[in-house]
């Protein structure tokens, strides 16, 4: 660690601040480098939000001209056109049949956290001031801000941060008995069911039987139903969102990350016509606002985004990866003992690994497999028990090929260096 580092980084360890083996400099494209020299294949998609690359041009210049036109304009208690235009194209995007109105935010985390205040509110409208209750998945990953937090199925020290989890419940991912037990118990408090369609810790997809479920439960409870799409929308999984295959609608959408193709800190929850009309009808003004949402800037991204991903064909360039990168994954379970299976759907994938005693490989060793196969030219995700990869929509089958064989490099290196410390 340096000592005289003014940065705390996000999530790294003291020992590992400082090193510039960590220290990006520029992207392009689906490369990134480093201040040690070294240009590294991206396969996480930045944190699973440059859908489209780094470094498009089309997007820069729209915020560019944002910024010369209209530099500062906001959406708290005050429009600006450009929010007026953004929302729109979701809600068309989006489904303009089910869904009516856009909430701008910044952060996949801060718009969990206004779904929350969304549907305590929207059940209080309606006299039903008793529905504060929202329920999670186990292993769900919604954000560290203190709701989102909250929220977020896995133990990261919530306890430790004081984070109230008292008006939260969570429940097994893909089984329908447990949230069925949990709303025979509290079902009249019960405000929302927060779900992410693929699960980001292990990309774990929700099955049909348990999406049918969650509607039918929704129908007979009267929970407002949210899927949150921070991590699948945007053409990460096949189709523009994930919950666009589902026999019916959520109430809630969030979206992040894919948002601004990773340009701007952006954030949108997209209400359905049914529930924004209890807001209308109650004239009633919702307690929340960010500084940031919604600005002039953030808005022609979101945009250009959406331009760029139409004329790059990137959720039908997405779909075709897929289909090679599940080819190219059952290809390297079947010659690799340590890969005991994967996990995930279209282009959002988890490598199960295991350790030379054939048990899962503890999850005190996935950063030092993360490390092998950055030493070998590719960034991938830790996961559980194992790696994740989030290719860019518009890899190359080259690209792709690259990836997966610095995968096996650093996977190589990884068990010769394990193998050598126990001989050791």
Same mark, same amino acid.
């Given at each position: 660690?340096? *000592?005289?580092?003014?940065?705390? !980084?996000?999530? +790294?360890?003291?020992?590992?601040q400082?090193?510039?083996? +960590?220290?990006?400099?520029?992207a392009?494209?689906?490369?990134?480098?480093?201040? *040690?020299?070294?240009?590294?294949?991206c396969?996480?998609? #930045?944190?699973?939000?440059?859908?489209?690359?780094?470094?498009?041009?089309?997007?820069?210049?729209?915020?560019?001209?944002a910024?010369?036109?209209?530099?500062?304009?906001?959406?708290?208690?005050?429009?600006?056109?450009?929010?007026?235009?953004?929302? $729109?194209?979701?809600?068309?995007?989006?489904?303009?049949?089910?869904?009516?109105?856009v909430?701008f935010?910044?952060?996949?985390?801060?718009?969990?956290?206004?779904?929350?205040?969304?549907?305590? +509110?929207?059940?209080?409208?309606?006299?039903?001031?008793?529905?504060?209750?929202?329920?999670?998945?186990?292993?769900? =990953?919604?954000?560290?801000?203190f /709701? $989102?937090?909250?929220?977020?199925?896995?133990?990261?020290?919530q306890?430790?941060?004081?984070?109230? @989890?008292?008006?939260?419940r969570?429940?097994?991912?893909?089984?329908?008995?447990?949230?069925?037990t949990?709303?025979?118990?509290?079902?009249?408090?019960?405000?929302?069911?927060?779900?992410?369609?693929?699960?980001?810790?292990?990309?774990?997809?929700? %099955?049909e039987?348990?999406?049918?479920?969650?509607?039918?439960?929704?129908?007979?409870? #009267?929970?407002?139903?949210?899927?949150?799409?921070?991590?699948?929308?945007?053409?990460? %999984?096949?189709?523009?969102?994930? $919950? @666009?295959?589902?026999?019916?609608? !959520? *109430?809630?959408?969030?979206?992040?990350?894919?948002? &601004?193709?990773?340009?701007?800190?952006?954030?949108?929850?997209?209400?359905?016509?049914?529930?924004?009309?209890?807001?209308?009808?109650?004239?009633?003004?919702l307690?929340?606002?960010? &500084? @940031?949402?919604? %600005?002039?800037a953030?808005?022609?991204a979101?945009?250009?985004?959406?331009?760029?991903?139409?004329r790059?064909?990137?959720?039908?360039?997405?779909?075709?990866?897929?289909?090679?990168?599940?080819?190219?994954?059952?290809?390297?379970?079947?010659?690799r003992? *340590?890969?005991?299976?994967?996990?995930?759907?279209?282009?959002?994938?988890?490598?199960?690994?295991?350790?030379?005693?054939?048990? !899962?490989l503890?999850q005190?060793?996935?950063?030092?497999?993360?490390?092998?196969i950055?030493?070998?030219g590719?960034?991938v995700?830790? /996961? !559980?028990?194992?790696?994740?990869?989030?290719?860019?929509?518009? =890899?190359?089958?080259?690209?792709?090929?690259?990836?997966?064989?610095?995968?096996?490099? /650093?996977? &190589?290196?990884?068990?010769?260096?394990? &193998?050598?410390?126990?001989?050791?």
């Amino acid at each position: 660690m340096n *000592d005289g580092q003014a940065l705390w !980084p996000s999530l +790294l360890p003291p020992a590992q601040q400082g090193d510039d083996t +960590l220290c990006a400099v520029s992207a392009e494209g689906v490369r990134v480098r480093f201040a *040690d020299g070294r240009e590294l294949l991206c396969g996480t998609s #930045g944190l699973w939000n440059t859908n489209i690359g780094y470094g498009n041009r089309v997007i820069a210049e729209a915020v560019a001209a944002a910024l010369r036109d209209a530099s500062y304009l906001s959406v708290f208690r005050y429009e600006n056109s450009y929010a007026r235009k953004a929302a $729109s194209a979701l809600v068309d995007l989006c489904g303009a049949d089910h869904y009516g109105r856009v909430l701008f935010s910044t952060s996949g985390g801060a718009a969990n956290d206004l779904v929350m205040k969304i549907a305590r +509110l929207h059940h209080a409208l309606r006299g039903d001031a008793r529905r504060k209750v929202v329920v999670g998945l186990r292993g769900s =990953y919604h954000g560290l801000t203190f /709701g $989102s937090f909250a929220l977020t199925g896995d133990d990261l020290g919530q306890s430790v941060y004081g984070v109230d @989890q008292r008006l939260v419940r969570h429940v097994a991912p893909n089984d329908p008995a447990e949230l069925v037990t949990l709303l025979g118990r509290q079902g009249s408090q019960i405000a929302a069911v927060v779900v992410e369609p693929v699960l980001g810790n292990g990309a774990v997809p929700l %099955t049909e039987e348990y999406v049918n479920a969650l509607l039918r439960l929704r129908d007979e409870h #009267g929970f407002l139903l949210v899927a949150d799409e921070v991590a699948t929308g945007f053409g990460r %999984t096949g189709s523009f969102l994930a $919950s @666009q295959r589902w026999a019916g609608q !959520p *109430d809630l959408l969030v979206v992040s990350k894919g948002l &601004t193709n990773g340009t701007m800190p952006a954030a949108a929850v997209v209400v359905s016509t049914e529930v924004a009309r209890v807001f209308n009808d109650a004239g009633a003004v919702l307690a929340h606002g960010e &500084t @940031q949402a919604g %600005t002039p800037a953030t808005c022609a991204a979101i945009l250009a985004t959406l331009e760029e991903m139409r004329r790059l064909d990137a959720i039908a360039a997405g779909r075709s990866l897929a289909v090679l990168l599940d080819t190219e994954l059952d290809r390297l379970v079947a010659e690799r003992p *340590d890969v005991t299976g994967t996990s995930g759907v279209g282009c959002f994938r988890a490598l199960r690994l295991c350790g030379r005693d054939g048990a !899962p490989l503890p999850q005190t060793e996935v950063p030092a497999v993360v490390a092998a196969i950055r030493a070998a030219g590719a960034i991938v995700h830790p /996961g !559980p028990h194992g790696i994740q990869l989030f290719p860019a929509l518009t =890899y190359s089958d080259a690209e792709l090929a690259e990836l997966l064989d610095r995968v096996r490099t /650093g996977l &190589t290196a990884y068990t010769r260096q394990a &193998t050598a410390g126990v001989a050791g």
